[in-house]
């Protein structure tokens, strides 16, 4: 044993508790589908996250069905169902979990004043019973229960104290006290767990949680500073998507812990070498891209521009990094493919660079890659990251793009002809439009008719020079729920028209789970 794996061994263990399939998965337009959630999830196993959310089973049949499939899945992780403290929850709940080797329920309701009255119109005494019946409930599937109390931040301490020792007496191992609305400060957070330890007499037997959001841009801070008060389980997502401004920042808790073992004296199980690879996986799968400056795993966390700091870089990297872009899954070297690589160097490269593709996919992907080799003179690890990621998410639509021809240039109207591949038939339309993307977008509803309107349309390059990659990102709005749609391709429209079509794809997803919801409801 290593004399760091000696020293890291005496520290207290802080769990790893991802919400991203479950809370993430709440970001208005970041839906995944069940194929994409199973993916993310066998990610999260396999680079040692402890508790994986995978989800809401009482939301939906779709929720439940990818909960219970997650955990016939899952190797290494506890994998945990999120559910209100009604009964009817519960047992949708328990059995959502049935298939995992180890389960847990994650029972939540609303302990401020605020929420109890307005949002539950319930007294303090109802929420209370309503908490032990609920863990009851779920300690007859599960000895693995988590209690949240939702609005934790914004709760009378006395009320607190109570229901919290309450939640223990009736069986909760795990108490959450989450900052639901990203309202406190660090300060307040430790000291808000320093009180309830020292006062709920029995807090000695449950793992206390943190949950934080981002709303002051303070979550992994508190995360933080609620370990220091006592908690020993972090709730997070990759990226740190979610509601609103969203949740703490898996990558970002991790390598903080990582980076400052002198303050943060705590042992974190996930392999940080998987971070990256995650990161862009939740990216692609999401459609919601990376900011340029995240810490982490943003594409200019390890760049250097400014002359002062390429002088330093130049001499010692430690000059300007505190971790190595490899401590993180990022590599150094990135021009290491090209148009002579043959099959197995580009499966072995995707090896490297955490994917493991099935041998159709591994084709689909190796083609588009040759395609690329030959249109492009550099072939760097982000436009084969942007191609496979591209390939992944559109696996399985019954909408792809086949070809496209367009006509631009000062002397107008732009036209486009596209084929679509819809559901096996190959269909061609020709349509004009005020500028070549426009006259792209008309093909489609030509060829896919629809109501939905176009929120945004995004465009950025994968890598620099003028031969980049373009990653185009659109998202698509209909009868109130909103998808984001990727596509890339050196050549900026081929990525336009995939995007488009990508955000139909999944449109047509959320129309299939509203119709099947009708239909239960009646």
């Given at each position: 044993?290593?004399?760091?794996t000696?020293?890291?061994?005496?520290?207290?263990?802080?769990?790893?508790?991802?919400?991203?399939?479950?809370?993430g998965?709440?970001?208005?337009?970041?839906?995944?589908?069940?194929?994409?959630?199973?993916?993310?999830?066998?990610?999260?196993?396999?680079m040692?996250?402890?508790?994986?959310?995978?989800?809401?089973?009482?939301?939906?049949?779709?929720?439940?069905?990818?909960?219970?499939?997650?955990?016939?899945r899952?190797?290494?992780?506890v994998?945990?169902?999120?559910?209100?403290?009604?009964?009817?929850?519960?047992?949708?709940?328990?059995?959502?979990?049935?298939?995992a080797?180890?389960?847990?329920?994650?029972?939540?309701i609303?302990?401020?004043?605020?929420?109890?009255?307005?949002?539950?119109?319930?007294?303090?005494?109802?929420?209370?019973?309503?908490?032990?019946?609920?863990?009851?409930?779920?300690?007859?599937?599960?000895?693995?229960?988590?209690?949240?109390?939702?609005?934790a931040?914004?709760?009378?301490?006395?009320?607190?104290?109570r229901?919290?020792?309450?939640?223990?007496?009736?069986?909760?191992?795990?108490?959450?006290?989450?900052?639901?609305?990203?309202?406190?400060?660090?300060?307040?957070?430790?000291?808000?767990?320093?009180?309830?330890?020292?006062?709920?007499?029995?807090?000695?037997?449950?793992?206390?949680?943190?949950?934080c959001?981002n709303?002051?841009?303070?979550?992994?801070?508190n995360?933080?500073?609620?370990?220091?008060?006592?908690?020993?389980?972090?709730?997070?997502?990759?990226?740190?998507?979610?509601?609103?401004?969203?949740?703490?920042?898996?990558?970002?808790?991790?390598?903080?812990?990582?980076?400052?073992?002198?303050v943060?004296?705590?042992?974190?199980?996930?392999?940080?070498?998987?971070?990256?690879?995650?990161?862009?996986?939740v990216?692609?799968?999401?459609s919601?891209?990376?900011?340029?400056?995240?810490a982490?795993?943003?594409?200019?966390a390890?760049?250097?521009?400014?002359?002062?700091?390429?002088?330093g870089?130049?001499?010692?990297?430690?000059?300007?990094?505190?971790?190595?872009?490899?401590?993180?899954?990022?590599?150094?070297?990135?021009?290491?493919?090209?148009?002579?690589?043959?099959?197995?160097?580009?499966?072995?490269?995707?090896?490297?660079?955490?994917?493991?593709?099935?041998?159709n996919?591994?084709?689909?992907?190796?083609?588009?890659?040759?395609?690329?080799?030959?249109?492009?003179?550099?072939v760097?690890?982000?436009?084969?990251?942007?191609?496979?990621?591209?390939?992944?998410?559109?696996?399985?639509?019954?909408?792809?793009?086949?070809?496209?021809?367009?006509?631009?240039?000062?002397?107008?109207?732009?036209?486009?002809?596209?084929?679509?591949?819809?559901?096996?038939?190959?269909?061609?339309?020709?349509?004009?439009g005020?500028?070549?993307?426009?006259?792209?977008?008309?093909?489609v509803?030509?060829?896919?008719?629809?109501?939905?309107?176009?929120?945004?349309y995004?465009?950025?390059?994968?890598?620099?020079?003028?031969?980049?990659?373009a990653?185009?990102?659109?998202?698509?709005?209909?009868?109130?729920?909103?998808?984001?749609?990727?596509?890339?391709?050196?050549?900026?429209?081929?990525?336009?028209?995939?995007?488009?079509?990508?955000?139909?794809?999944?449109?047509?997803?959320?129309?299939?789970?509203?119709?099947?919801?009708?239909?239960?409801?009646?």
């Amino acid at each position: 044993m290593s004399t760091q794996t000696s020293q890291r061994s005496n520290k207290d263990k802080v769990l790893i508790f991802d919400t991203t399939l479950r809370d993430g998965e709440q970001c208005p337009g970041a839906t995944m589908t069940f194929d994409e959630k199973l993916e993310v999830a066998d990610l999260l196993d396999s680079m040692g996250v402890d508790i994986i959310e995978a989800g809401f089973p009482a939301a939906s049949d779709g929720d439940f069905e990818s909960v219970a499939e997650i955990a016939r899945r899952a190797k290494n992780a506890v994998i945990a169902g999120l559910s209100r403290t009604g009964l009817a929850d519960i047992d949708r709940c328990g059995e959502a979990i049935k298939p995992a080797r180890r389960g847990r329920i994650h029972t939540f309701i609303s302990t401020s004043p605020l929420h109890m009255s307005v949002k539950l119109g319930m007294t303090p005494e109802q929420v209370l019973q309503s908490t032990i019946d609920a863990v009851t409930r779920a300690r007859s599937y599960t000895d693995d229960v988590e209690w949240s109390a939702e609005d934790a931040t914004r709760t009378e301490m006395d009320f607190m104290c109570r229901i919290v020792e309450a939640a223990i007496k009736a069986g909760a191992t795990t108490i959450n006290l989450p900052d639901t609305v990203g309202y406190t400060t660090p300060q307040e957070y430790q000291a808000m767990f320093e009180t309830v330890r020292a006062r709920v007499p029995n807090s000695d037997k449950a793992i206390f949680s943190v949950h934080c959001h981002n709303d002051l841009g303070m979550a992994v801070a508190n995360s933080l500073a609620g370990v220091a008060g006592g908690a020993r389980q972090i709730e997070c997502t990759v990226n740190g998507i979610g509601e609103r401004a969203g949740n703490a920042s898996l990558e970002e808790i991790v390598m903080a812990v990582r980076t400052r073992g002198d303050v943060l004296p705590y042992e974190i199980g996930v392999e940080t070498t998987m971070l990256n690879r995650a990161s862009k996986l939740v990216a692609a799968v999401t459609s919601f891209p990376v900011q340029y400056n995240k810490a982490i795993v943003g594409r200019n966390a390890f760049a250097h521009e400014s002359g002062i700091h390429q002088h330093g870089m130049l001499k010692s990297a430690l000059t300007y990094e505190i971790m190595t872009p490899e401590s993180v899954g990022v590599s150094k070297t990135s021009l290491v493919m090209g148009k002579h690589s043959g099959r197995a160097a580009f499966r072995e490269k995707l090896k490297e660079m955490g994917y493991d593709l099935g041998e159709n996919a591994l084709n689909d992907a190796f083609r588009r890659f040759k395609d690329l080799a030959d249109r492009k003179k550099i072939v760097y690890d982000e436009d084969i990251a942007a191609l496979v990621d591209d390939e992944i998410v559109t696996a399985n639509d019954r909408v792809r793009v086949v070809a496209l021809t367009v006509i631009a240039g000062t002397n107008g109207p732009q036209s486009a002809a596209l084929t679509l591949d819809i559901d096996g038939d190959k269909r061609t339309h020709q349509a004009t439009g005020n500028g070549p993307v426009d006259a792209i977008f008309n093909a489609v509803r030509a060829l896919v008719p629809h109501s939905a309107t176009l929120e945004l349309y995004q465009v950025h390059a994968v890598t620099g020079g003028t031969d980049a990659q373009a990653e185009v990102s659109v998202r698509l709005s209909e009868d109130g729920r909103s998808v984001t749609g990727k596509g890339a391709d050196p050549d900026t429209l081929v990525a336009s028209a995939r995007a488009y079509v990508a955000a139909l794809n999944k449109l047509e997803i959320n129309r299939a789970r509203g119709k099947a919801g009708a239909l239960r409801a009646t």
